[in-house]
């Protein structure tokens, strides 16, 4: 008993070291698909959830329920991609990148130890980045920033990193610096390996090219570059040396400072070195709080969470897919665990990945890794599993706070109870928060994405047979109010009361000034973005 124990300690130590899980944070368009499709080049796929993006959802035309994804040409739901590289296991967890992003994406974000941020080089800092940035932020995760398109006029590099530092507040050091840009683009020099990688703007870069040098000011860059960016290379790397922030791997880990890297994802230059850089870099997965207090990933006791659910993949089967990240342990298939909000024993007997359309079962999964397991609609996002006998919990989910709300009805009132079940089990998934007008008793939804709506009418009428109606209200912003004395008048300007399912009294806001007001009225109440 003895002997195997200590190889299933080594086991998961070999296991994690080797595993990084991260997700890519972006605006759409900044070139995330194109990135991600780089990066599984150079190791061989081997496993596949959900699809890529775009293109690829063409593989699902069977299904019904990526009806909206095929017509809106984006993803609807994240999806996890795993690949080897070098002795390491890598999972890529997919974020919707589009506008229209819902608290799925967010709640992702919770299932990585890390996140790559892609930028546009000629766009910088946009919306998208910044609130998805801000999530990771809060989680105090490790940011590596991929700077794109270098092989387009793009802005100033300072100007990039400026922005960085302004907009999102995280230090940033550049790993390597554009030598020329757009047109003139003749490569980057790299600050660890001391040598300029090569840009070719005809070549396809399926190997990298590179000239070692001494420094950014050996004689060779003049070579490659001319005078004219050789010497824009010197003074702007010297500025760096003296002004930049020194390298420093406990700050980087920390998230309080981000290594910036250049490149451009379609030309695939710049993006193995990223790789390989990141790799070292970036963290093996890191344990997670729990009930029972930090959870290492080397603990031999096996735990996960759900963190997301993805219903219908299949119509034909009406299954879900319930996606856990295995937080310590060893997976594997057929084994018996504690579903700990159930208060039973559960057999995992059929994890799923998979590899393009198909399902491709595994058999064992470390740390770090994702596994769908098939829902016969016995979990929700949020759910632990651990080892049997155990009953710890992690709290790694948070609620976000609902930006677009709107009113709910039936078209045919004889549905009614049809309608509250959909809208009850939706609600339980996550997939949206309702609240409840004080007085007229009509639902008000609140969600993170448009898309949200989209896919709710869509399940309600396909899941459920209910037809619904929804009516957009002006509101922007929810707070949930703690205290005493809440006094309803006082939430009549710009502003309307309501409350949630547990009789928490929220007020939604139009605007910001309405909130502030609002505040300033009440400064016994507490106002909270989320449930207390
Ligand atoms: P996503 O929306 O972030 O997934 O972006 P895509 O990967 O779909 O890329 C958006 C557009 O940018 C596509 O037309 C890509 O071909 C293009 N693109 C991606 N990377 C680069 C790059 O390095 N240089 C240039 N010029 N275009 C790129």
Redesign the pocket.
């Known amino acids: 008993m003895e002997r195997l124990s200590i190889s299933l300690q080594e086991e998961l130590r070999q296991e994690v070291a080797r595993r990084r899980t991260f997700a890519i944070i972006?605006h759409?368009?900044?070139?995330?698909?194109?990135l991600t499709e780089k990066l599984l080049l150079y190791g061989g796929a081997i496993r596949l959830a959900g699809t890529v993006?775009g293109r690829k959802a063409a593989k699902f035309a069977t299904s019904d329920w990526m009806e909206i994804e095929k017509q809106r040409g984006i993803s609807v739901t994240s999806s996890v991609m795993q690949f080897d590289y070098k002795g390491h296991r890598v999972n890529i967890l997919d974020t919707p990148?589009h506008q229209d992003f819902s608290e799925d994406t967010y709640r992702t974000l919770t299932a990585a130890d890390s996140a790559v941020m892609l930028i546009d080089c000629a766009k910088g800092v946009e919306a998208q980045t910044k609130k998805l940035f801000q999530v990771c932020r809060k989680r105090g995760i490790p940011i590596f920033t991929f700077i794109?398109?270098l092989?387009?006029e793009g802005r100033d590099p300072f100007d990039l990193l400026e922005e960085i530092e302004n907009v999102l507040g995280i230090r940033s050091v550049p790993m390597n610096w554009p030598i020329g840009m757009g047109k003139q683009f003749c490569g980057v020099y790299d600050r660890v390996k001391t040598r300029v990688e090569l840009f070719d703007h005809a070549g396809d870069h399926s190997e990298i090219r590179v000239r070692e040098v001494s420094g950014f000011e050996d004689p060779i860059i003049r070579e490659i570059a001319g005078d004219h960016l050789a010497d824009q290379l010197r003074d702007e790397m010297a500025l760096i040396d003296v002004a930049g922030d020194p390298f420093d791997l406990d700050k980087v880990l920390a998230g309080e400072l981000t290594p910036v890297f250049f490149g451009?994802?379609?030309?695939n230059f710049g993006v193995q070195t990223f790789l390989e850089n990141f790799l070292r870099l970036a963290p093996a997965p890191t344990p997670r709080n729990s009930t029972d207090g930090l959870i290492e990933p080397t603990n031999e006791s096996f735990s996960g969470y759900v963190f997301k659910i993805q219903a219908n993949m299949n119509p034909a089967h009406r299954d879900r897919l319930a996606f856990l990240r295995i937080v310590s342990g060893k997976f594997e298939r057929g084994m018996s665990v504690r579903h700990v909000r159930a208060g039973k024993d559960i057999k995992l007997s059929q994890p799923q990945q998979f590899l393009a359309q198909d399902r491709d079962i595994i058999d064992t999964a470390y740390p770090g890794d994702i596994v769908g397991l098939f829902d016969p609609g016995i979990f929700r996002i949020g759910d632990s599993l651990c080892r049997t006998g155990r009953t710890l919990e992690f709290n790694e989910l948070p609620t976000f706070s609902p930006e677009l709300f709107s009113k709910v009805s039936i078209k045919n009132a004889l549905k009614q109870k049809q309608f509250l079940k959909g809208i009850d089990q939706l609600t339980e998934e996550g997939t949206i928060q309702v609240f409840k007008t004080a007085g007229f008793e009509e639902l008000v939804l609140g969600v993170v994405g448009q898309l949200q709506f989209e896919v709710l009418d869509y399940r309600m009428k396909h899941e459920y047979g209910v037809e619904i109606q929804l009516q957009r209200l002006p509101f922007q912003f929810a707070r949930w109010l703690v205290g005493d004395k809440i006094d309803p008048s006082k939430f009549r300007i710009n502003s309307q009361l309501v409350k949630d399912k547990k009789d928490n009294f929220v007020a939604l806001f139009e605007n910001e000034y309405a909130m502030r007001t609002a505040m300033e009225k009440n400064p016994d109440l507490q106002f909270l973005e989320t449930a207390p």
């Open positions: 972006s759409p368009d900044a070139g995330k698909t194109t993006k990148g794109n398109k092989d387009r451009s994802a379609i030309n």
